[in-house]
């Protein structure tokens, strides 16, 4: 089993920027595909970005694409969100999730983070 917590989010202006982070225990993220989501109220959880175990092959939404960066350290079983010009639009619980296969489905992915809520006001 992975335990994830995720950590960093908060209030924020418009423009601003946040960097969210998610740490693990268990068995090391360096086993994993890790992924970021989020789910506003009423609407279903949405895919943002996912990297492969070892770092490579990052892929955004085209919403935060340009915006947002995912970077992972497995020797600190760390992956990290750094979000830049921050929208209304982000508004959200941000989850991380950790899988075994590569994709943008957050039905496919094993283990969930409790989330943390990003809010931007205008």
């Known amino acids: 089993q992975v335990q994830l917590v995720e950590s960093g989010g908060g209030l924020v202006q418009a423009g601003g920027s946040l960097r969210l982070s998610c740490a693990a225990s268990?068995?090391?993220?360096?086993?994993?595909?890790l992924g970021w989501f989020r789910q506003a109220p009423g609407k279903e959880r949405e895919f943002v970005v996912v990297i492969s175990r070892f770092g490579g092959s990052p892929y955004y939404a085209d919403s935060v694409k340009g915006r947002f960066t995912i970077s992972r350290d497995n020797a600190k079983n760390t992956v990290y969100l750094q979000m830049n010009s921050l929208k209304p639009e982000d508004t959200a619980v941000y989850y991380c999730?950790?899988?075994?296969?590569?994709?943008?489905?957050?039905?496919?992915?094993?283990?969930w983070g409790q989330g943390t809520q990003v809010t931007v006001s205008s």
């Open positions: 268990g068995r090391t993220l360096a086993n994993y595909v």
């Open positions: 999730a950790a899988g075994s296969v590569y994709g943008f489905d957050p039905r496919k992915y094993d283990y």
